[in-house]
C-alpha cells in the first residue's frame, strides 16, 4: 500500500504537537488535501480535536495494544485513500512502557510503519541550546529516523539563524511557530479539554492554519511524507458471522472517550451502533438489545446527568431487566449510586451498584494494564486477557475484583471490577481489537444466543 506519511514527535508532552498537528491538518485540508490523522498511545482527546479539524475519525495508534501485524492493519484500513497521514507521537519521542524502555513508545511506531520523523522543539528561552536538544535526540538511537524539525515558540529572526546549522546536521529545517497563546489548547484534569468546550474552535483552527502555511514549509513536508516506502500489511482473519443487533453507546459531552478501533469491531461483528445522549436523551433508543457506557466527564456534568431521572431510572431498569452492558471509567461512575461532582457535592447517579465514586487529588492508578479474569465473568472467561488502560483521579466505594490488573513492566497489579448477570463494568478502559472474543460474546448475548 502507497501511504505517504510522517510521524510528529517532540523531547515531552506539553511541547506543542496536538495543536501544531492540528494546524497542519487544518491548512492541508483548506488545501483540498485527502488527509488522515492518527494518535500515538492510548490518548481518547487528542483524536476528539483530529476528527473535529479534518472530518473523519483519528486512528488509534499503540503497540502495546496490538502486535505489529493487526497494527499495520488498522493503520492500513484507515488510511487508505489518503493523501498524506498525520501521526500526532505520544509523551517524549523515545518514552515507552516503562522508565527505561522505549517499548511501544513513538519511536517504536515510526519503526514499524517505516515513517519519517518530525521533531518539534519547544523553544521557549532559548536559541542555539535547542539545537543541542535536536542533536541529543538524533544521537539518542542510530536510526532516530528524525528527518525534519519544527521550532514551536520561536520567533522567524532566531529561526532564520538557527536554519543553517540545523543543515548542517542533514536534517531538514520544516519551519518554526511563533509564541501565540490565544491559539493553544489549554489542558486540564484529564488532559486537553474537548473539542466542544472551545469557543469558536473552526476559527481559531483556520487562525493557526494561516499561520502555518506561513511559518511552516508543506510542500516539504508534504516532501517528506511522500518519501515513506509502501507499506504491507498481513490479511486479518475472516470475521465470525453474526447476528445484526442494535447497540446503544453513550456519546455526548459527558461520555466522549471512544475508540474508533472500537466501534469498528462493533461494527465488523454485525452491531447496528446507535448513539444516544445520558445528557439530553430521556430514554434509550428503541429496539436497543445491549448498552455500552464509554469514559469521559459525567464529574463535569453530574448535576445535569442526575436531573435527567428518566434517562437514569430507564438505564438502571434495563440492567436489572438483563441488558447485557460493558461500562468502563465514565460510564461505570454513572452506574454508581452517587457521584461527587468538582466541587464537592454529591449527585444520584443510575445505581447499578450500590456504593459512591468520589474525586481524589492524584492519579491513583494509571497507566497501560493486561486485564485477566480472576473467574468466569459476564462476557470474559476466567484465564481470558484483554489490553487497557486506566486513567482517572477518581475513586469507587467498591471497586470490584473480578479482574486482574497487571502492569506491563514491574510487578505492580491489582484487582477490579464487577460482573453479575450480563454487565462488565469497571474503571479499565478496554481496547477490543485485543480480544474481539469478548466483544462476540457480549453481541451473542445480545442476540440471546448464548
Known amino acids: 500500500m502507497n501511504s505517504p506519511r510522517v510521524l510528529f514527535a517532540a523531547p515531552s508532552s506539553g511541547s506543542g504537537k496536538t495543536t501544531i498537528v492540528c494546524g497542519l491538518l487544518r491548512a492541508l485540508k483548506n488545501r483540498g488535501r485527502a488527509v488522515r490523522a492518527f494518535k500515538c498511545g492510548p490518548d481518547f482527546i487528542d483524536p476528539l480535536f483530529h476528527e473535529k479539524v479534518v472530518g473523519v475519525p483519528s486512528g488509534t495508534l499503540d503497540l502495546f495494544f496490538s502486535p505489529e501485524d493487526q497494527f499495520k492493519r488498522l493503520f492500513c484500513r484507515r488510511a487508505a485513500g489518503a493523501e498524506v497521514s498525520l501521526i500526532e507521537g505520544v509523551m517524549g519521542y523515545y518514552d515507552g512502557l516503562g522508565a527505561a524502555t522505549d517499548q511501544a513508545?513513538?519511536?517504536?511506531?515510526?519503526?514499524?510503519?517505516?515513517?519519517?520523523?518530525?521533531?518539534?522543539?519547544?523553544?521557549?528561552g532559548q536559541s542555539l541550546s535547542a539545537l543541542a536538544t535536536l542533536t541529543g535526540f538524533l544521537r539518542f538511537r542510530p536510526d532516530s529516523r528524525i528527518r525534519g524539525v519544527i521550532f514551536n515558540r520561536m520567533s522567524e529572526g532566531v529561526f532564520a539563524a538557527l536554519k543553517p546549522e540545523v543543515e548542517h546536521l542533514g536534517v531538514r529545517s520544516l519551519g518554526y511557530v511563533p509564541k501565540v497563546p490565544e491559539l493553544m489548547i489549554k489542558s486540564r484534569h484529564l488532559g486537553l479539554v474537548t473539542p466542544g468546550?472551545?469557543?469558536?474552535?473552526?476559527?481559531?483552527l483556520d487562525n493557526?492554519?494561516?499561520?502555518?502555511?506561513?511559518?511552516v514549509d508543506l510542500n516539504g513536508l508534504l516532501t517528506l511524507a511522500s518519501e515513506a516506502p509502501a507499506l504491507a500489511a498481513p490479511a486479518a482473519s475472516p470475521v465470525p458471522p453474526m447476528p445484526k443487533?442494535?447497540?446503544?453507546?453513550?456519546?455526548?459531552?459527558?461520555?466522549?472517550?471512544?475508540?474508533?478501533?472500537?466501534?469498528d469491531v462493533l461494527g465488523d461483528l454485525g452491531a447496528e451502533i446507535v448513539f444516544f445522549s445520558p445528557l439530553h436523551d430521556l430514554a434509550l433508543p428503541q429496539g436497543t438489545r445491549g448498552l455500552i457506557l464509554p469514559g469521559?466527564?459525567?464529574?463535569?456534568?453530574?448535576r445535569e446527568l442526575s436531573e435527567n431521572e428518566p434517562m437514569r431510572q430507564?438505564?438502571?431498569?434495563?440492567?436489572e431487566n438483563g441488558m447485557p452492558c460493558l461500562a468502563e471509567c465514565g460510564g461505570f461512575l454513572y452506574l454508581h449510586r452517587e457521584l461527587e461532582d468538582?466541587?464537592?457535592?454529591?449527585?444520584?447517579?443510575?445505581?447499578?451498584?450500590?456504593?459512591?465514586?468520589?474525586?481524589?487529588?492524584?492519579?491513583?492508578?494509571?497507566g497501560y494494564i493486561t486485564l485477566t479474569a480472576n473467574e468466569d465473568t459476564a462476557f470474559l472467561p476466567a484465564g481470558e486477557a484483554v489490553r487497557g488502560h486506566e486513567f482517572h483521579y477518581y475513586e469507587s466505594e467498591d471497586c470490584g475484583d473480578v479482574l486482574h490488573a497487571q502492569k506491563p513492566t514491574g510487578s505492580r497489579g491489582w484487582d477490579c471490577g464487577h460482573s453479575r448477570s450480563l454487565l462488565l463494568m469497571g474503571f479499565p478502559h478496554l481496547y477490543y481489537p485485543s480480544d474481539p472474543k469478548l466483544v462476540e460474546r457480549f453481541l451473542r448475548a445480545c442476540a440471546k444466543e448464548v
Open 245 to 263: 443487533t442494535k447497540i446503544a453507546v453513550a456519546r455526548d459531552e459527558a461520555f466522549c472517550f471512544l475508540y474508533q478501533d472500537n466501534l
Open 342 to 366: 468538582m466541587e464537592g457535592s454529591f449527585w444520584p447517579m443510575a445505581g447499578a451498584l450500590d456504593a459512591k465514586a468520589y474525586r481524589t487529588k492524584k492519579l491513583g492508578r494509571f
Open 296 to 302: 469521559g466527564y459525567p464529574e463535569l456534568y453530574a
Open 208 to 215: 493557526l492554519a494561516a499561520l502555518l502555511e506561513q511559518s
Open 314 to 319: 430507564g438505564i438502571r431498569q434495563a440492567i
Open 105 to 124: 513508545s513513538s519511536y517504536a511506531v515510526a519503526k514499524a510503519l517505516d515513517a519519517p520523523v518530525v521533531l518539534i522543539v519547544d523553544s521557549r
Open 197 to 204: 468546550e472551545i469557543a469558536d474552535l473552526g476559527q481559531k
